[in-house]
């Protein structure tokens, strides 16, 4: 299993670019992460790879699969069954509790019943938030939002996480524990792409991309590194 981009270019009407030319293949299991200054385009790269965009010209592949010609419904039925997604900010509905918005996303994919109620917990669970199940967001930290928002994203059993700046709004110690969470994820099965520029994550990824001007390239560990601590574009 994979999730490609071939090809793909993408430019919009006031003259950014999302892509260009950008071949990336993330294979099974894998943690990855598009690095980037803002208006880079690693986000359009990944929403790209989410369907939430499509190319001008290339082609997005899932599975094996060519997916960029497919209808919105049928694009919308992909995402649901096989893809989560993770924002810069959690987007929690304020007022139901975190067991609510998650449950709200798993009745959006067809689940219901007892095994839909297990499937919830279990979620919460896996991200540390089993016993702050029944608070609603005004009374969760920004961490634990970010978590609830990854366990929504996650109880569907998605094969594919794309993660758009998860870390953005958080400390550095908070931002470490849902990288940590990520990683795991990753490890466990389900493949992570991150579009990102927390310097941190560097040492969480398996492998790390580099977005300038729309244009894809896998630098040296040295040069990223340089890119994240100093703002040295390479």
Do not use: C
């Not at 608070?135 to 994203?153: K, L």
């Amino acid at each position: 299993m994979s999730l490609e981009l071939r090809g793909a270019t993408k430019r919009y009407p006031n003259g950014a670019v999302g892509a260009v030319d950008v071949d990336l293949s993330v294979p099974h299991g894998t943690f990855a992460a598009l690095y980037g200054p803002s208006g880079s385009g690693k986000t359009s790269q990944l929403h790209m790879l989410g369907l939430l965009q499509r190319p001008d010209t290339g082609e997005i592949w899932i599975d094996g699969d060519r997916v960029d010609g497919l209808s919105e419904r049928a694009a919308a039925h992909l995402r649901r069954s096989k893809i989560g997604f993770v924002f810069q900010s959690a987007m929690l509905l304020r007022l139901l509790s975190a067991r609510e918005n998650v449950d709200v996303s798993l009745r959006l994919a067809g689940g219901r019943g007892s095994v839909a109620r297990a499937k919830v917990e279990q979620a919460l669970g896996r991200v540390g938030m089993a016993d702050r199940m029944d608070h609603r967001p005004d009374e969760m930290s920004g961490g634990e939002q970010q978590r609830v928002a990854i366990a929504r994203a996650l109880v569907h059993d998605p094969q594919y996480l794309l993660a758009d700046e998860p870390t953005g709004e958080l400390d550095t110690a908070t931002g470490a524990a849902i990288l940590s969470i990520l990683k795991d994820v990753a490890h466990s099965g389900t493949t992570v792409v991150m579009a990102t520029h927390d310097p941190a994550s560097i040492d969480y990824v398996d492998v790390a991309y580099f977005v300038e001007s729309g244009h894809l390239q896998e630098p040296n560990r040295t040069d990223l590194v340089a890119w994240l601590t100093e703002g040295i574009a390479f």
